[in-house]
């Protein structure tokens, strides 16, 4: 898995370099890597199915307990599958759709670096990998939705599923750390055998809420959906890649994996069921009202997507079994939808059902592919599209769940209306314009469409054929023990085929109405004033509003405000742990007749800190502060660190040399906002207050019993192995060589900055 994944990784990487040598072929070749990961992934499913995982370990950060663990079961090779068989055939895609675009070489290496990231998140056991990999889907995407950088839409299109996507991330993140804070483990399978624990653990509900608002937000879930539809606006191999099989469903697949971990509760039950029905509601709704093709499909993917993520949260056996074979129906259809909407918009140059008619004597293998796509999209036999619409009317029916029953009823129906939209008008219709100059696309356009709607085909007259994965994937999401599976395409005449029949002929009533019906939910939308798009843009100008006050308030320009809010803050933390702590005990302290020089310097340092306070001018100030340092360098001396000492009295010499000849020159200040009294009460107190409890904590660890493990290890190993005789000085040239020479480079670089200011001059207008 890990060599796949490294494989893509290269080919992503030479990618813009073969565009440039090989422009007519390179998305050929790329397409091998991925092609050959499907083959081998293809070769695991006998053992996977047998019930037997691929497991793969690499050590990452041993020291943290970090290792790239990756486990292959079920649900994670059909995944891989879908990811590397679709993906090849977008890769061949892009070529073609792509031929000529100066960025076609970034292109494929975006494509491919987005293949990598997922492939990993769907084949990760280690929460720390799944969280990396997840973070890199959303990043690559970004790359993707944005790839027309000149179209502003597309750049905005692409910031919003950013942030929208990376604050699930960070959600994740946090339920992640807590799943496995309260689990004690740090993989994905240590923790489905917990999972018990876990639901009845304090933490459940706040782990539920983070993994759900991920899974939500990446999955396009309600209210969280507006982000998929604006995506359109990438070019259509990443709307073919990223919304049919992959990026989408990364959240789907979440919810998948951590079924057995956190399902079977109500707040699950709940949560899933009505944001999958809602979603899926509103996303049939919405492609009935696009015109669009691309736009009709991503509202249908919001449908998809609200299914799966409803049969997850209704959890029974039958449900996860049409989960299974719901994801590969709609992968294969939606793949082959999106890829030959986008030939027939390169062909005839628009999208707009409006303008589209009589393709199919233009376009005859287009409209062949979209024909069988759409068929199985509707759910009518024999493609696999009705083998998983029947084994979801079978279920649900006989478990009850009326209310699903019916959302899933009225979203299939509408599925069937959307379908004879895609294909009907376009291609039988009254010929147009556009179909004039329409033209018939090449292999590399076609090659997607074919295989995958060919497949779709297939597996619904052959259901053996993926049955045993299917069952394997069902098995992994479950969480229990391997159960056998008998799927045909004919049931015989049962309540699932009526609800399949009464489907169809809502659906055809829906196309044959679509007018009325389109006019109906505009007015619905008008009176409830959905507009979730504009509520974004609301949200982001409330966001940047807050942000430009808060930092006017905080950051003014005033060094003084600027040190007090970070002392507050360490004020706040450091007692915030004394709390937590509890308190400490006083350690002995007592004074003898050796220690009258050090209350010398200590009476020294408070009254060169005393001075600083009450100095009327800049002088005062710095020669009391040079009080102070000489004394702390003289404490140094008394306490047996010459070496801290010395170097102290040097720094102190310098720094009071250079002061002094630089505050020479300087005028003095007149008294700002911050000199006022309650300003000057306010010092007071957080200075008092952060000495107090600085002084407190250095108390606390006195009482703390002194580890001499590294005082061993220095003195030890200073002279044998650094062969250096100075302690401090090894740890500062050896030891820690690479912290000095950080250390040093931030002088350096400050030193230059310095430089560069005294070097500037000032222009006309008092510009530098």
């Excluded at 370099?17 to 992934?41: D, E, G, I, M, Y």
């Excluded at 179209?151 to 990376?166: E, F, P, Y």
Aim: proline share 4%; net charge neutral; with cysteine.
């Amino acid at each position: 898995m890990l060599t796949a994944i490294l494989a893509i990784i290269l080919a992503a990487a030479v990618a813009p370099t073969l565009n440039r040598l090989l422009p007519a072929l390179s998305h050929w070749v790329l397409a091998l890597v991925p092609l050959s990961a499907a083959l081998w992934f293809a070769l695991q499913v006998p053992g996977v199915v047998a019930g037997v995982p691929v497991l793969e370990t690499a050590s990452w950060a041993p020291s943290l307990g970090v290792a790239l663990s990756f486990r292959l079961d079920g649900l994670s090779l059909l995944f891989a599958l879908l990811i590397c068989g679709i993906g090849a055939f977008v890769v061949i895609y892009s070529g073609g759709y792509l031929r000529g675009h100066p960025r076609e070489g970034r292109f494929h290496l975006f494509i491919l670096s987005f293949m990598a990231a997922m492939l990993g998140l769907v084949t990760a056991d280690d929460l720390i990998s799944l969280f990396v990999f997840w973070e890199l889907t959303s990043i690559t995407s970004f790359m993707l939705i944005g790839f027309n950088h000149e179209d502003a839409r597309s750049r905005r299109s692409a910031i919003q599923a950013l942030l929208v996507t990376g604050g699930g991330g960070m959600a994740l993140l946090a339920g992640l750390v807590l799943m496995g804070m309260a689990s004690g483990h740090w993989t994905l399978s240590a923790i489905a055998a917990s999972g018990a624990d876990l639901r009845a653990h304090v933490l459940y509900p706040a782990m539920l809420v983070l993994l759900l608002l991920a899974a939500f937000t990446k999955s396009a879930q309600v209210p969280f959906h507006f982000w998929l539809p604006n995506a359109m606006d990438a070019p259509t191999p990443v709307s073919a890649y990223l919304h049919s099989a992959t990026m989408v469903k990364a959240g789907v697949y979440l919810l998948a994996r951590l079924n057995p971990t956190l399902g079977g509760t109500e707040p699950w039950f709940w949560a899933l069921t009505l944001a999958g029905g809602v979603t899926a509601l509103w996303g049939s709704a919405m492609a009935l009202r696009s015109t669009d093709l691309k736009k009709i499909l991503a509202y249908t993917t919001l449908m998809a997507l609200g299914v799966l993520v409803l049969l997850i949260g209704i959890g029974s056996d039958g449900a996860l079994v049409a989960f299974a074979g719901f994801l590969l129906a709609h992968s294969l259809y939606k793949g082959a939808l999106f890829m030959a909407a986008g030939s027939v918009d390169h062909g005839s140059g628009t999208r707009e059902l409006g303008e589209l008619g009589g393709l199919w004597s233009k376009m005859p293998a287009t409209g062949l592919f979209i024909a069988i796509a759409a068929l199985s999209m509707a759910g009518l036999p024999p493609l696999l599209g009705f083998v998983a619409k029947e084994l979801i009317y079978e279920d649900v029916f006989r478990n009850g769940h009326m209310v699903a029953l019916a959302v899933l009823l009225l979203a299939n129906a509408a599925m069937v209306a959307t379908a004879a939209t895609l294909f009907l008008k376009p291609f039988l219709g009254a010929p147009t314009k556009a179909a004039g100059h329409a033209h018939e696309s090449g292999p590399a356009l076609l090659a997607g469409p074919a295989v995958l709607a060919g497949l779709s085909l297939l597996f619904g007259l052959w259901i053996a054929l993926p049955q045993g994965l299917l069952g394997a994937t069902a098995d992994a999401v479950r969480g229990g023990a391997p159960q056998s599976l008998n799927l045909h395409l004919w049931h015989g005449l049962t309540p699932a085929l009526g609800l399949s029949g009464l489907t169809l002929a809502l659906g055809m009533a829906l196309y044959f109405g679509l007018s009325p019906v389109k006019n109906s939910l505009a007015a619905i939308q008008r009176l409830t004033r959905i507009d979730h798009d504009r509520a974004w843009d609301c949200l982001l100008s409330l966001l940047q509003g807050t942000a430009n006050r808060i930092t006017s308030a905080l950051q003014d320009g005033v060094l003084q405000r600027y040190l007090a809010w970070i002392f507050a803050g360490i004020l706040l933390l450091l007692g915030a742990t004394l709390v937590m702590r509890g308190g400490f005990t006083w350690p002995g302290i007592r004074l003898d007749g050796d220690d009258g020089l050090g209350i010398v310097l200590a009476l020294l340092m408070l009254g060169g800190t005393a001075g600083a306070i009450r100095a009327r001018s800049r002088m005062e100030a710095v020669l009391s502060l040079a009080i102070t340092g000489m004394s702390v360098a003289l404490f140094f001396l008394l306490s047996g660190a010459p070496d801290v000492g010395i170097t102290q009295l040097m720094v102190e010499t310098l720094s009071t040399i250079i002061l002094v000849l630089v505050m020479a020159k300087l005028p003095m200040l007149p008294p700002g906002p911050d000199r006022s009294r309650p300003a000057k009460l306010f010092h007071s107190v957080l200075a008092l207050g952060i000495g107090g409890v600085v002084t407190v904590i250095l108390l606390a660890v006195l009482d703390q019993p002194l580890a001499m493990d590294l005082s061993r290890f220095f003195g030890d190993t200073s002279l044998v192995e650094a062969y250096g005789r100075n302690v401090v000085n090894v740890i500062l040239v050896d030891f820690r060589g690479f912290d000095t020479l950080g250390e040093i480079t931030v002088v350096a670089c400050a030193g230059l900055g310095v430089f560069a200011l005294l070097r500037a001059r000032m222009g006309k207008g008092g510009q530098p």
